[in-house]
Structures are given as structure tokens and as C-alpha cells.
């Protein structure tokens, strides 16, 4: 019996790191996913585990090029953004893989903005609300100036899609996707890197650029295999709508964070939206495509922890809920927040917020639940504003974790009737959009 021809993909989370093989009408084969615990940087904060990263991807790789069922024709890499990998003149990383929650001094911050004509100024310049490490250009101020011992051996600064391209076909490229998001390296309207990149004498570190639908090789010990360049998952998990669909849409893609994508908007970015996350990305092709980012994944995960321990309830709970609008109606009648938020600022989109949790006016979980749920999509619903409300569409497709959450969909539906909700086709769309990168002639 012939194996099938596939497509490769890596797809790495924050949280769960996914392999996939997809046949040659793009259909999932064969998937397999590892979850990996985090390691301290030198400053004892979380960092991505990199080294057995590299190494659970590679055995990954080399099993299934050593399948009796599949034949691999391509490979790709789907991230998440806002990570960068530092490697000295031979490739080997020089740093940890720095996560973007790690606290950036206040002091070196202030000055970096004064340097480069104050905050707003700056943000609208790179379509990036000021966001610290998760403005991952800033990462190599951050050394440059923290750890100089560290900087000096850097040569060469890879976005993570395109290292992990690197660590299988040894070409070093830069990629729209990466760069484009919310890194703080870009001059929208220079088209090129920001003047702080030359005056910090960092250009040197970024490979080339090159289009996101180029294809190099693994090297031979693993195949001479066609391999894309990688991709940042959230511009990879719109590419699948893109081609299925001829008339506006948008599309929030949900996970740690929901990311809400509007690719008919191209207005500018106001002062306002910087405040409240909205931003640009660039597209494959390097065009700006308009969004706003919400942390929900994270948030969710923190209260619904939280409430389980309250109410002692066992895990999953929250997974067995329907929909049940008399539930909604009530938790919605009343006006006063119930819950403080750890992650979101419900006062940067002019919404009210508690400064401390009340749970003890709920009976049981299910109202406690829904009452988060309630509040938490007031605070989406205005996120999905600020892309659709200047370049209205008729249909929100929802793809990632919360298509899944039924409470979350219908809540979305009710506060927004003029949108058609679908969720999605593409439950692995930042996969499949990656498999299609490197299908694209």
C-alpha cells in the first residue's frame, strides 16, 4: 500500500505544542500535541522550554518521516507571537526564549519612549500599544542595556517561527507576520524598520525578509524536505477564511488570547484604540490589517480556578454548561460587577469594574459562572468593536478554544445581533493556515 502524501505542521502554543499532518485536500491525518513545563530564565522568571522544544520536535519530526503510512512533502511552523530566539555567530541561542509577561524595568522603559519621541508617539508610529516585553523588539533594548555580558555574543535575533525554520533547514529569514506584530521593530508608514532599530545598531541582527510563501529545505539528515519559513499564528489561523470567503468579514481567533481580525479595515490607529489594544499586524504580503487583543484565555483560566476552589467543584465543570437564557437574563439584570479582574481593564474601554470580587451573593456555581461570563464578553464585545465599527461586516467567524463554549458564543450573539457568529470550520486554523502558506504558488 502507497503512504499518503502530507504536509507537516508544528504548531506551538504557549501552552500546548501541536504536530499535524495533513493530506492534499488539506484534511488532518494525523495530529499529536506535547505539553511542556516552563523554565527559569537567570532572573527565576518562566521561560520557554527551548531545548526540549527542540528536541520532542525533532524526535516528532523523524518519527513520522519514518512512518509506514505517510510520506512528508512539506513542512511548516505556526507561533506564537512576540518571542524572540538570540543566537551567537554559530546559531546556538545565547539567551533564554524570554516570555512576555517577564517584567521590563520602569526606568529603562520611560527612557526608551523619551528616546524616541515620547509613548503615543512612538506606539502610533509601530501600531503597538505600549506593552513591555510583549513589544518584543524591546526585548533587545531590554538586553542590551540589562545584560550587556549577554548582548555582546548576540549576532544573529530570529521571531520564533522562523528560528524554529532555521533549527530544521539552517537559513536564517525574517517574515511580515512576525515583524509586523506588535513588536515595536516597524514605521507603518516608513514601510521600513523603526529609526530606533539603526540608532541602537541592532538591524544587523535580523535576517532578510522575505515573502511568506517561501520555500527552503530541511537539511539532509532530515530530508530534503520543502519547508516554509514559519508564520505568526494569529495572521496563519485567517489565511483558511481568506480563501474561502468573497464577501467582509472578520474573525476572532481565541486561545490565550483572543485576537479579533477585521481584514477590510485599514483606517489608522487613534490614540484611543492604542489604549485599548487595537493594532495593526501585517499581513503575509505586508499589508496592515487592523485588530484588537484581549487576554480572555488567561483571565479565564485564573477565575474559573478560583470559583472551582469556592464552590468545590472538580474539574471540567464549566465544560458540561449549555446555554440557558433565563440564567442570562438574570445575571445580566443586575448592573453592579461582581468580579475583579486579574489581566483585563474593563476602565480602559469605559466600562465599570470592582476592586474585589463578591461571590458570596451567588447560590451556586452555574450563576457564579455565568455572571463571569457575562462580564467577561461586555469586555469582548467592545474589543470586536474596535475593528468592525469602521469597516462593518456582516459575520464574526469564531476559531481556537472558546468556539467551543457555548455560554461564550450565545452571550456574543445576544449583545451583538447585527453580526451573523459562526464558529468555525477551522478548529486548528493557525495549522491549516500554515499547511496552506507553503501550498500557495
Known amino acids: 500500500m502507497s503512504k499518503i502524501p502530507v504536509t507537516a505542521v508544528f504548531d506551538i502554543g504557549k501552552t500546548n505544542k501541536k504536530f499535524f499532518l495533513f493530506d492534499d485536500n488539506l484534511t488532518e491525518v494525523h495530529s499529536s500535541y506535547v505539553r511542556l513545563d516552563p523554565i527559569p530564565d537567570e532572573d527565576d522568571f518562566p521561560s520557554e522550554p527551548l531545548a526540549p522544544l527542540e528536541e520532542w520536535m525533532l524526535k516528532t519530526f523523524r518519527e513520522a518521516l519514518n512512518s509506514p503510512d505517510f510520506q512528508i512533502k512539506k513542512l511548516n511552523f505556526s507561533c506564537h507571537g512576540a518571542s524572540f530566539v538570540h543566537t551567537d555567530a554559530a546559531g546556538n541561542p545565547v539567551t533564554p526564549l524570554y516570555d512576555y509577561l517577564k517584567p521590563f524595568p520602569e526606568e529603562l522603559l520611560s527612557r526608551f519612549y523619551e528616546e524616541n519621541g515620547g509613548r503615543m508617539t512612538f506606539c502610533r508610529a509601530t501600531s503597538s500599544p505600549p506593552l513591555a516585553m510583549l513589544n518584543s523588539g524591546l526585548q533587545l533594548y531590554f538586553i542590551k542595556y540589562t545584560k550587556p555580558e549577554l548582548f555582546k555574543n548576540i549576532k544573529h535575533s530570529f521571531h520564533f517561527p522562523q528560528y524554529l525554520s532555521y533549527l530544521f533547514t539552517g537559513e536564517m529569514v525574517s517574515d511580515y507576520t512576525s515583524i509586523g506584530c506588535h513588536t515595536g521593530l516597524w514605521d507603518y508608514e516608513a514601510n521600513d524598520y523603526h529609526p530606533w532599530v539603526d540608532r541602537e545598531e541592532i538591524r544587523g541582527f535580523f535576517p532578510p525578509i522575505v515573502p ?112 440557558n437564557a433565563t440564567l442570562f437574563e438574570k445575571v445580566k439584570e443586575n448592573k453592579s460587577k461582581r468580579f475583579h479582574f486579574q489581566y483585563l481593564k474593563p476602565e480602559d474601554y469605559g466600562l465599570d469594574h470592582t476592586l474585589e470580587s463578591s461571590w458570596e451573593v451567588f447560590a451556586e456555581f452555574n450563576e457564579a459562572y455565568y455572571t463571569f461570563m457575562h462580564e467577561l464578553t461586555e469586555l469582548q464585545v467592545a474589543a470586536i468593536r474596535l475593528v468592525v465599527d469602521n469597516a462593518p461586516v456582516d459575520r464574526l467567524f469564531i476559531d481556537g478554544g472558546f468556539n467551543a463554549n457555548d455560554i461564550f458564543v450565545e ?30 504558488e
Open 212 to 323: 511568506g510563501n517561501t520555500l527552503l529545505k530541511t537539511k539532509p539528515e532530515l530530508g530534503n524536505i520543502l519547508c516554509g519559513i514559519g508564520v505568526h499564528d494569529s495572521s496563519s489561523a485567517l489565511l483558511p477564511y481568506i480563501k474561502q470567503e468573497t464577501e467582509p468579514f472578520a474573525l476572532l481567533s481565541t486561545g490565550t488570547w483572543a485576537i479579533c481580525i477585521n481584514p477590510s479595515n485599514k483606517t489608522k490607529l487613534t490614540k484611543k484604540e492604542l489604549k485599548r489594544d487595537c493594532l495593526q499586524f501585517l499581513s503575509i504580503t505586508g499589508e496592515p490589517i487592523k485588530i484588537s487583543r484581549l487576554f480572555i484565555g488567561e483571565e479565564h483560566k485564573y477565575q474559573v480556578e478560583k470559583l472551582y476552589e469556592y464552590y468545590q467543584m472538580p474539574l471540567g465543570t464549566y465544560k458540561k454548561l449549555k446555554f
Open 411 to 440: 452571550m456574543l450573539r445576544k449583545k451583538l445581533p447585527q453580526l451573523t457568529i459562526i464558529p468555525s470550520n477551522f478548529p486548528n486554523g493557525s495549522a491549516l493556515g500554515a499547511a496552506m502558506l507553503v501550498s500557495i
